[in-house]
């Protein structure tokens, strides 16, 4: 299984973007890549995924490097409702234990007024 | 997104009961669950996976007879934490994959163990 790589903790001004980076060189052609976040005393909330061209929706961008072995979370302005630990994660598939996401460390993402 | 519920959202019970958390997939059925714990401060830990009609398949060093999983219908699937001790004190968090395989998850029930 691809593992990822996330610093502990950002710190982010209020209104600024926010850039949350994720290491997986071992990540496999087939996978993708999760970003999910957790508030505090709550369930993982979805946020994008991708293969391997950047994505975007309404909440975030998510830019894979064209080796796949890195990626970036963009959050394009951040607010307070933004703090959360931030998870990087790649999908495990295939087989009858397909789609299981094994969640690492995540970031801590302060944003601050 | 797709909806997922689970209930109780807290609760406290006494050593040696036993305890029983429900997931619901509320606008979409899911052949596949998932259960997590979240010890304070830590990350999620994946405890098993849970399939319709068959036997949930547990993560290494999960005992199986403790954490009982039921998954008996599309919408539905629950853990039962038997004889329960202050160390399976946790926040349990069950996650939902959809037809299009992406997972939802529910907003986690915060078991205390008294």
């Known amino acids: 299984d691809a593992k990822t790589t996330q610093p502990p903790s950002m710190d982010c001004a209020e209104g600024r973007a926010a850039n949350l980076p994720c290491n997986h060189s071992?990540?496999?052609?087939?996978?993708?890549v999760y970003w999910y976040r957790q508030i505090h005393s709550q369930g993982p909330q979805y946020i994008i995924h991708?293969?391997?061209n950047n994505e975007t929706n309404e909440m975030a961008s998510l830019i894979i490097t064209e080796d796949r072995k890195s990626s970036t979370l963009i959050l394009p302005h951040a607010t307070l409702r933004d703090t959360a630990v931030y998870y990087c994660?790649?999908?495990?598939?295939?087989?009858?234990?397909?789609?299981?996401?094994?969640f690492g460390q995540g970031t801590e993402l302060s944003v601050k007024p | 997104g797709a909806v997922v519920s689970q209930h109780p959202s807290r609760v406290i019970c006494k050593s040696g009961t036993s305890v029983k958390i429900e997931c619901r997939s509320l606008?979409?059925?899911?052949?596949?669950m998932f259960w997590y714990r979240q010890f304070p401060k830590q990350s999620l830990m994946l405890m098993a996976t849970?399939?319709?009609?068959?036997?949930?398949?547990?993560e290494q060093g999960v005992e199986k007879d403790k954490f009982l999983i039921n998954h008996a219908s599309l919408t539905l699937s629950t853990l039962t934490v038997t004889s329960a001790h202050p160390e399976d004190s946790s926040f349990y968090i069950c996650s939902a994959r959809t037809g299009h395989d992406e997972a939802f998850f529910g907003q986690g029930t915060r078991l205390t163990v008294v």
């Open positions: 994660i790649v999908r495990v598939g295939g087989g009858n234990q397909g789609g299981k996401l094994i």
């Open positions: 071992t990540i496999s052609g087939n996978e993708y």
């Open positions: 991708g293969l391997k």
């Open positions: 606008d979409f059925q899911a052949t596949t």
């Open positions: 849970s399939n319709e009609g068959s036997k949930a398949t547990y």
